[in-house]
C-alpha cells in the first residue's frame, strides 16, 4: 500500500500527474462556461439568423368567440417562460398564447415549473406552489394521458380553487397545436384555433364525450380528433363488441370502418348491432360516420343498419368484384378528372344553417371533397344531403361510368325519432369519403372544411362555441407546387449519378495504379 | 502541416477509402434526400439533415479510423514523433485531410436543394445554418475519430469505438427524458447534447452558442490526442 502510494504521489507531482491535472482542468473548464454559455442562451436565444416569424396577428375571430365572455380564464403552461422561447414550436405557442391575452384581458398566463410545481404569483409577489396532481385526472375524473410537462392547463376562475373548471389539452412537444400530414411532418399550425376552443371549453357549462369505435379497422386521422377536441370534446374509445355504448356518450363515431359489425340473425345474442340501435333508439344517441367508397366491400350488417336509416351507399356487383360508384364532377373540378372537386351545400333547412354558421363569420363556405361516393337516400325517407355534387356529375364504379344525372348527395344527414320516453331525437351524419375531414383538405387555404366541420358538429350534434374563423397557418413554404414524380424521378437519377460516375472513376483509377 | 495536410488527402485518393467513402457517402445521402424531400412532395429540411447527422456518426469514423491507427500499426509514427513538424501540425494536417473529404460531400448535397428553388418557398439561408451546422459536427465527429484512432492500433477497434462515442453524444440528450424529476440533470444533458443542439439549425435558427460548443468540443478532442502522442513522445 505504502509502494502504491508512494508510486501514485510521484505520478501526480510529476510531469504526467500535472499534464493530467491541466488536461482534466481545461476540459472542464470548457465545458462548464458552455454550460454557462446554454444557460444564458436559454433565455433569449443568440441567433445570428431566426426565420421569419411564422404567427401573424391573431384572426379577430377570437373577438366573436369570445363575446360575452364573463369569467377569467388562466392558460397554464407546464414549462417556464424561459424555456417556451427557446425552440421553435414553443416560442410559436408562446407567441399566440401572449397575442391572446393581450387581446382578450380576461385571459392570463402562467409558467409552471412542471417538476419544482412553482409559479411566481405577482399578486403575493413570490412563488407559490401548483396543484399539478390535481390536472393528471379530468374533470370527469379519468387520468389523462399522456400528462407532461408538454400538458396546457385551461382553468376557469381561481386557478387554486378545487372547484373551478379546467380542462387539460395533453401533447407531446405541444403536437396538438399543429396538423401532421400521413408522413408525420408538420403541415400547419392551429395555435389561434386550439386556444380559442380551448377557452371556450371552460367557460362553457356543456363538456360532452364522444365515443371512437374500435375493432373494425378504424383509421383516424389525427387532424379529426383535433378537430373532435377543438368541438369541446372529450374523447374516448370503446368496442362495442365488448361493452355497450358508455351511458355518458353524446356522440358516437364510426370512422372508415373496414370490417363488418357484428350481427346475429336470430337475435338470440346481443351484437354490436344491437347495441348501436339501442344506444341510438332508447337514448336517443347521436351517431357520426364516415365511410370509404373506395372500399371494395360491403359491409353488410353495417351498411344494412344505416340503409333502415336512410343512408345507402351506391355501389356495383359484377363477376364478383364489389366496387362503390366515385363521384367525378368536372364542372365543380379542381383536378381536370373531376374527381377532386368543390362540394355544394344542398338546399335545405338543416344544410343552410351550416352553410350560414360558415359564412356570417366572414369565411367562404367552400368544401373541398375529392374521391367521394355517392349517398342514396331512399323516398319517403327523413333523410337530407348536405353536400352534394353539381348537376354535371357523374359516377363510375370499377372503371366504368355508372349514372349521368349528377347532384349526388356526398354527406347526409338524418334526425330520427328515439322511444317515446326519450325526450331528444337521434342525429346521424354520414360523409361518404374520408378526404373531406382529412389533415390536408381541413388546412387547405381558400376552402372552409374545417369550419364545415365545426358547423356540422354545432348544428347537427349541438356542440357550442366552435372556434369557425380561426387561422390555420399552413406552411406552404415546405410543400412541392408544380412537382411530379417523373421529375422526382428525373433529380433522383442526376444525385444518385454523382456516386456512381464517382464509384467507376475511382475503380479505373485504383485498378490502373494497381497494374501500372 | 500542408505537407502532412496533402499526403493524407492523396492517400484517400490513391487508395481506395477515399472512393468508397464519397460513393457511399454521396449514394446514401442521395436516397434521404430523394425520400424525405421530393417522393414526400416537402421541401423541409428538418428530415434530411436529421437523418444526415445520423448517418454521419456512422460514416466518419470510417474515414478516421485508419489515421493515426495505420501510423501506429505499421511502426511509422515514431518517423513522425521525431520529424521537425509539430505535434499540432500533424494531428491538423491529418484532421485537416480528412474534413475535406467530408465537407466536399456536405457541400455537395446541401446544394440538392437548389433544385427544389423553383418549386417551393425553400430558404436558402435555413439550408446554410444546416449545412454550416452539418459541417461544425462534422470537424466534432472527425476529431473524436482521430482522437480514438490514436488510442489503438486496431482500424476496427477504432471505428466502433468513434461510432460508440458519437452516438453516446447525440443520444445523451434522451437521457434527459428519463430522470424527469432531476431538473439540472436534465439541464445538463440538453446542454451537452449535440442533438437537442442541432435541432435549432433544423428549425431555422443560427445558435451562436451551439457554435461555440461543437468548436470547443472539437478541440478538446484535439488537445486530447496531441496530449496523448505528447506522453508517447517521452516515453
Known sequence: MNKFLKKMKGWATGRGGMNTAMTVLIILTVMFLN?????????????????????????????????????????????????????????????????????????????????????????????????????????????????????????????????????????????????????????????????????????????????????????????????????????????????????????????????????????????????????????GGDLYVCMDPELDKRLPAF?????????????????????????????????????????????????????????????????????????????????????????????????????REGGYAVCAYNDIPAASDVDKRSSIFVCYGTYVSSAAAMVTNGYSNKDFMFSVMNYGFGSTAMPIGCVDLVFVGDILQGFTMSTARLFTALIMAIPVIIGIVGAVIVIRRKYR | MAAIYKRELKAYFTGVIGYVFLVIYLGVAGILFATTTMFAMSAAVTNYYTLMLVFSAVMLPLLTMKSLSEERKTKTEQLILTAPVSLWAMVFGKLLASYTVYAACTVLTSLYFLLLVPYSAISMLVVLGNAVAMLLIGLVFIAVGIFVSALTENQLTAAIGTIAILLGFLGIGTLGGLIPQQYWLRFVFDAFSIFNRFQHFVWGYFDIASVIYYISIAAIFVWLTIRVYDRRRFN
Open chain 1, 35 to 283: 454550460a454557462i454559455l446554454y444557460s444564458l442562451t436559454a433565455s433569449g436565444g443568440w441567433y445570428l439568423y431566426e426565420p421569419p416569424k411564422t404567427v401573424e396577428a391573431l384572426s379577430g375571430s377570437t373577438d366573436r368567440i369570445f363575446e360575452g365572455a364573463d369569467e377569467e380564464v388562466t392558460i397554464v403552461f407546464l414549462r417556464e417562460e424561459e424555456d417556451m422561447q427557446g425552440d421553435a414550436i414553443s416560442s410559436t405557442v408562446y407567441q399566440t398564447a401572449t397575442a391572446l391575452a393581450e387581446r382578450h384581458s380576461f385571459i392570463s398566463l402562467e409558467f409552471v415549473n412542471f417538476y419544482t410545481r412553482r409559479y411566481y404569483d405577482e399578486e403575493l409577489e413570490r412563488e407559490v406552489v401548483f396543484p399539478v396532481d390535481r390536472f393528471k385526472t379530468d374533470m370527469r375524473g379519468k387520468e389523462v394521458q399522456g400528462f407532461n410537462e408538454w400538458s396546457v392547463v385551461f382553468i376557469a376562475g381561481d386557478i387554486t380553487d378545487e372547484n373551478s373548471t379546467y380542462h387539460v389539452l395533453p401533447s407531446t412537444q405541444y403536437s396538438s397545436f399543429f396538423t401532421f400530414d400521413s408522413a408525420g411532418t408538420i403541415y400547419a399550425y392551429n395555435g389561434e384555433e386550439v386556444l380559442a376552443s380551448m377557452v371556450s371549453w371552460v367557460l362553457s357549462d356543456e363538456h360532452p364525450t364522444a365515443y371512437l369505435t374500435t375493432g373494425h379497422g378504424e383509421m383516424l386521422d389525427s387532424a379529426f380528433t383535433n378537430m373532435l377536441t377543438c368541438a369541446g370534446y372529450y374523447l374516448d374509445l370503446v368496442d362495442l363488441s365488448k361493452s355497450e355504448v358508455p351511458a355518458d356518450a353524446e356522440l358516437l363515431i364510426v370512422f372508415n370502418p373496414t370490417s363488418d359489425f357484428e350481427y346475429s340473425v336470430d337475435g338470440s345474442v346481443r351484437t354490436e348491432i344491437d347495441r348501436l340501435g339501442d344506444y341510438m333508439y332508447k337514448r
Open chain 1, 303 to 403: 351498411e344494412s343498419f344505416l340503409a333502415e336509416r336512410g343512408f345507402v351507399f351506391a355501389a356495383s356487383e359484377e363477376d364478383g368484384s364489389y366496387n362503390r360508384e366515385i363521384i367525378s364532377d368536372p364542372d365543380n373540378g379542381i383536378s381536370t378528372d373531376g374527381y377532386t372537386f368543390v362540394a355544394e351545400f344542398a338546399d335545405n333547412g338543416i344544410a343552410m344553417d351550416i352553410k350560414r354558421a360558415i359564412t356570417e363569420r366572414g369565411v367562404s363556405a367552400s368544401v373541398l371533397a375529392a374521391n367521394m361516393g355517392r349517398i342514396i337516400i331512399p323516398e319517403g325517407s327523413t333523410a337530407v344531403p348536405i353536400l352534394t355534387a353539381s348537376s354535371g356529375a357523374e359516377t363510375y364504379a370499377g372503371g366504368e361510368r355508372k349514372d
